[in-house]
């Protein structure tokens, strides 16, 4: 059943019909929304510390295919010019966006981002269950 039949099922024609002009009367932007933000924008932004020191930057995000939920942001962390940087997953739930700072705030110490969970670019983890439920209990969030 293809998704209109579903939705002509679910939803009388003028529900959808309102819908659809209700979508249409709103500017539409591509990068960002009020609650929304497109992973080109998160990629690249600064994290931070509770107390304001840069820690690294988000290098990418990991999306569910099936759930659609971003489960990581991998933050590249230490190195210079691309020499000896690690990159750390960090559960999604973890980050806080800061509006003044526009950034990501993380409530984890340097020391605990060292010790935690990390990989080097050319040696990427599988992201299966086992490997998300260690990186999520490391950092104190369930998985």
């Known amino acids: 059943m293809n998704q209109t039949t ?15 002009e209700f979508d249409r009367s709103r500017p539409v932007e ?18 931070y510390s509770p107390s304001g020191d840069k820690m690294g930057s988000i290098d990418h995000v990991m999306i569910g295919k099936r759930s659609g939920r971003a489960e990581y942001a991998v933050m590249s962390f230490g190195g210079f010019l691309g020499m000896g940087e690690s990159f750390h997953p960090l559960p999604w739930d973890k980050l806080d966006y800061d509006t003044e700072r526009d950034g990501y705030v993380v ?33 104190g969030v369930i998985y």
């Open 6 to 20: 579903q939705n002509r099922q679910t939803y009388s024609d003028a529900t959808l019909e309102k819908r659809r």
């Open 30 to 47: 591509r990068d960002e929304t009020s609650r929304l933000i497109s992973s080109n924008k998160v990629e690249g932004t600064t994290v």
């Open 107 to 139: 409530d984890i110490s340097k020391e605990q981002l060292e010790k935690g969970p990390s990989f080097k670019r050319d040696a990427e983890p599988d992201y299966d269950r086992n490997y998300g439920e260690s990186v999520y209990t490391y950092y």
